[in-house]
Nanobody, 116 residues
Framework: QVQLVESGGGLVQAGGSLRLSCAAS????????MGWFRQAPGQEREFVAA???????YYEYSVEGRFTISRDNAKNTMYLQMNSLKPEDTAVYYC??????????WGQGTQVTVSS
């Protein structure tokens, strides 16, 4: 089992920045990818960014160039630096730890609200 706890969400004006953190505990001894997803009201959860154990990164096209994903394996922590935030970035952001399709874990989510 892996426990994931997100933090860093909040209310920010358009153009502002936030930094999300995701701390992992429990079974963290194996290589695993991590990622961020988000879900806006009335919409399905969508992919935002991901990072492999070795540090390869992947981004959804609408956030590329504005968001930066990173991880500190020694601290079992992942980050999402979000710059130039837009109202359409408003959502609950979820942390994900991925071993296999059937062996993955989710955090409880943290709210990000961007006002116009």
């Amino acid at each position: 089992q892996v426990q994931l706890v997100e933090s860093g969400g909040g209310l920010v004006q358009a153009g502002g920045s936030l930094r999300l953190s995701c701390a992992a505990s429990g079974r963290t001894s194996s290589d695993y990818a991590m990622g961020w997803f988000r879900q806006a009201p009335g919409q399905e959860r969508e992919f935002v960014a991901a990072i492999s154990w070795s540090g390869s990164t992947y981004y959804e096209y609408s956030v590329e160039g504005r968001f930066t994903i990173s991880r500190d394996n020694a601290k079992n922590t992942m980050y999402l630096q979000m710059n130039s935030l837009k109202p359409e970035d408003t959502a609950v952001y979820y942390c994900n730890a991925y071993y296999t399709l059937s062996d993955q874990y989710w955090g409880q989510g943290t709210q990000v609200t961007v006002s116009s």
